[in-house]
C-alpha cells in the first residue's frame, strides 16, 4: 500500500505540475517528463516501503528446514520491525533503501509511460477504443517493460536486504561481486517466478485504477457540475 499508493499517486501531479510549469499546458504529454514524473513517483514508494519490504523479505527466506542464505526469525512483521530497530537501530529499517529507490525508480520510469504509450499506439493503429479491452492490452505491454527493467535491480534488492553484517557496500559493490562471482544471468535469476507475479499485478492495478478514476470523476462531475449547484 505505501508503495505502490505513492508511486501511482504521485505520478499524475508529478507529471501534470512540470507540464505546466515547461509547456504550460498540464494535457502536453512529454516522454522526458513521463519518464520522470514515474521516477520521482517511484523513489518516494520505495522510501515508503522499505521498512516493510525489508521485513517481507526476511520473512520468506526463514526456514528452520531448508535453511538458504542469511536466517533471521521473525515472529511476524511487527516483531521483525522490532528486531531490526533493537540490533541496528532506526537506520536498520532502510537497509538496502539505495537498491529499493533506484530499483522502484526504473520500474516507475518504465511502467506508467509505456502504459500511456501503449494505449496509444493501440488507438492508433490497431483502432481500440477506451474500455477494459485496452486497458489489459496496455497493462499487459507495460508488465512485460517492467519486469524486463527492473529484475536485476530487485535481485541486488533483495540480495542487501537479507544479508548479515557488510558483505555488500552499496549497490554496485553488491551488482558487481553478483556478476564477477555467478555471472552476467545471475541478476536475472527467478525472471519467470517475478514476471508470473508482476504481470498479473501490473493488469489488476493498473485496469482498476483506470476504472477509479473513471468512477471518481464520474462522482465529482455528478457532484460538482453547476446544475447541481445552481441555486433556485
Known amino acids: ?7 501511482l499517486g504521485f505520478y499524475e501531479p508529478i507529471r501534470t505540475g512540470l507540464a505546466t510549469a515547461v509547456f504550460n499546458d498540464s494535457l502536453r504529454r512529454s516522454v522526458p517528463i513521463n519518464l520522470f514524473a514515474g521516477a520521482a513517483s517511484g523513489v518516494l ?8 519490504c525489508i521485513v517481507k523479505t526476511r520473512l520468506q527466506s526463514y526456514s528452520p528446514f531448508l535453511p538458504v542464505g542469511t536466517q533471521h526469525r521473525y515472529r511476524n512483521a511487527v516483531d521483525g520491525l522490532r528486531q531490526i530497530q533493537a540490533n541496528d537501530g532506526f537506520k536498520g529499517w532502510y537497509r538496502g533503501v539505495g537498491a529499493a529507490m533506484i530499483r522502484t525508480g ?4 518504465v511502467q506508467l509511460p509505456t502504459y500511456f504509450l501503449a494505449k496509444r499506439r493501440l488507438v492508433q493503429h490497431l ?3 477506451e474500455g477494459i479491452a485496452l486497458h489489459l492490452a496496455s497493462s499487459t505491454v507495460s508488465g512485460f517493460a517492467v519486469c524486463c527493467a527492473m529484475h536485476p535491480l530487485d535481485t541486488i534488492m533483495s540480495r542487501m536486504y537479507n544479508q548479515n553484517g557488510n558483505l555488500y557496500n552499496g549497490v554496485f559493490d553488491c551488482l558487481y561481486k553478483t556478476i564477477t562471482t555467478e555471472g552476467f544471468w545471475a541478476i536475472y535469476k527467478g525472471y519467470f517466478a517475478h514476471l508470473t507475479r508482476l504481470l498479473p499485478h501490473t ?3 493498473l485496469s482498476f485504477a483506470e476504472q477509479t478514476v473513471k468512477f471518481v470523476r464520474k462522482y465529482e462531475d455528478r457532484i460538482f457540475s453547476p446544475a447541481t449547484n445552481k441555486i433556485v
Do not use: E, K, Q
Open 45 to 52: 514508494g520505495a522510501v515508503a516501503g522499505s521498512p516493510f
Open 106 to 109: 526504473f520500474g516507475g520510469s
Open 127 to 129: 483502432g481500440m477504443t
Open 203 to 205: 493488469i489488476l492495478t
Open 1 to 7: 500500500m505505501a508503495l505502490n499508493g505513492c508511486r
